[in-house]
């Protein structure tokens, strides 16, 4: 069972930046690959980026590509999500997600996740 916690959403510029971060409970967490969704009022959620359990490999939707950027620290039971440049459209619920993988291998959908946080919301002003 994994518990994850995000922080680190609130209101910024348009072309400012954000780090949010996802803290875990648990001592395997390093055995869970890590992602991260948005959703936007009356939008299903969708996907933003996933790292393996090691880090060593990454997935980015196509949309934040370049200007976003995921990182974990397993010592500290934590992933990051860095947004750059930030746009009106990224203004959303950030949501963390987490499940075990058996390789160390990213997870791109909802249905793949099963531990998901509460979620932070994001707002970018024009």
């Known amino acids: 069972q994994v518990q994850l916690v995000e922080s680190g959403g609130g209101l910024v510029q348009a072309g400012g930046s954000l780090r949010l971060s996802c803290a875990a409970s648990?001592?395997?967490?390093?055995?869970?690959?890590a992602g991260w969704f948005r959703q936007a009022p009356g939008t299903e959620r969708e996907f933003v980026g996933s790292?393996?359990?090691?880090?060593?490999?990454?997935d980015y939707a196509d949309s934040v590509k370049g200007r976003v950027t995921i990182s974990r620290d397993n010592a500290k039971n934590t992933v990051y999500l860095q947004m750059n440049s930030l746009k009106p459209e990224d203004t959303a619920v950030y949501y963390c997600?987490?499940?075990?993988?058996?390789?160390?291998?990213?997870?791109?959908?909802?249905?793949?996740?099963?531990?998901w946080g509460q979620g932070t919301q994001v707002t970018v002003s024009s």
């Open positions: 997600a987490a499940d075990r993988t058996s390789i160390p291998i990213t997870l791109a959908t909802v249905v793949e996740y099963r531990y």
């Open positions: 648990g001592r395997t967490f390093s055995s869970y690959a």
């Open positions: 790292i393996s359990w090691s880090g060593e490999r990454t």
